[in-house]
C-alpha cells in the first residue's frame, strides 16, 4: 500500500524560524495531504495538493509537490511556539496512508 | 468545517470487559468512516473502513471478531473493542470522509487503558 514517508522525524527550532518538512511516497497519487496533531489529539487536515499543482499556499503554509520525484514539502514560516505538532503526510489511491510524522518543536 | 465527534476520550476498563467509543459527523453525512490505532509517537494505524450500511473492511492483521465495527447511520460509527487486553491499550481515532472528497475530518481520539 502507499505510504508517505516524512523526514526528519524531529525538528526543534526557535520561534520566527522557518520549518521544513518532507515527504516522500512510492506510487503514483491523486493528491497529496499534510495533517497535523497536538499531543493526544486527532488529527487536523492542513492542506491538499493535487497531483497536477505544484506548489500551494495556505498562510503560513507552503507546500509544494514534485511527482517526478514522488516527494512534497511542507514549509511553515515564522514558526510560533503554537506550531509545536506533529506533522504528517498523507498519500491516496484506493485508501489513504499516513507517514510516521515529523515532530516539530518550536521553542518561544 | 466539518466537524467529527468522538466519545469517549478517555476509559480505562478491567481485563475481559468490552468497551464501545463512538464516532459521529455532527454536521456533514459521512458515507466512510474509518478507524485509527496509534501507538505512542508513531503512525496511524489504519484498522478498517466502514461504508455506511455495509460490513466494514479490515486491514491485515486486524481481527474483525475482536474490533467490531458498526456503521449503522451516515452519521455515526462505533469501535467495540471486545474482551479487551493490556495489549489493546492504546489511542484509537475515527475519521469520516463524504462523498467523493479525500479529506477525512478527524476525532479527537479516545485512549484506552486496559487494567
Known amino acids: 500500500s502507499q505510504q508517505g514517508e516524512e523526514d526528519p522525524q524531529a525538528l526543534s527550532i526557535q520561534e520566527g524560524e522557518n520549518a521544513t518538512m518532507n515527504c516522500s511516497y512510492k506510487t503514483s497519487i491523486n493528491n497529496l495531504q499534510w495533517y497535523r496533531q497536538n499531543s493526544g489529539r486527532g488529527l487536523v487536515h492542513l492542506i491538499l495538493?493535487?497531483?497536477?499543482?505544484r506548489e500551494k499556499h495556505s498562510g503560513r503554509l507552503r507546500v509544494t509537490l514534485d511527482t517526478s520525484k514522488k516527494s512534497s514539502s511542507l514549509l511553515i514560516t515564522a514558526s510560533r511556539a503554537a506550531d509545536t505538532a506533529s506533522y504528517f503526510c498523507?498519500?491516496?489511491?484506493?485508501?489513504?496512508?499516513f507517514g510516521a510524522g515529523t515532530r516539530l518543536t518550536v521553542k518561544p | 468545517g466539518a466537524v467529527v465527534s468522538q466519545h469517549p476520550s478517555w476509559v480505562i476498563c478491567k481485563s475481559g470487559t468490552s468497551v464501545k467509543i463512538e464516532c459521529r459527523s455532527l454536521d456533514f453525512q459521512a458515507t466512510t468512516m474509518f478507524w485509527y490505532r496509534q501507538f505512542p509517537k508513531q503512525s496511524l494505524m489504519l484498522m478498517a473502513t466502514?461504508?455506511?450500511?455495509?460490513?466494514?473492511?479490515?486491514e491485515q492483521g486486524v481481527e474483525k471478531d475482536k474490533f467490531l465495527i458498526n456503521h449503522a447511520s451516515l452519521t455515526l460509527s462505533t469501535l467495540t473493542v471486545t474482551s479487551a487486553h493490556p495489549e489493546d491499550s492504546s489511542f484509537y481515532i475515527c475519521?469520516?470522509?463524504?462523498?467523493?472528497?479525500?479529506?477525512?475530518?478527524f476525532g479527537a481520539g479516545t485512549r484506552l487503558s486496559v487494567l
Open positions: 495538493i493535487r497531483s497536477n499543482e
Open positions: 475519521s469520516a470522509s463524504s462523498g467523493g472528497k479525500n479529506i477525512q475530518y
Open positions: 466502514s461504508n455506511e450500511g455495509s460490513k466494514a473492511t479490515y
Open positions: 498523507a498519500t491516496d489511491g484506493n485508501d489513504m496512508r
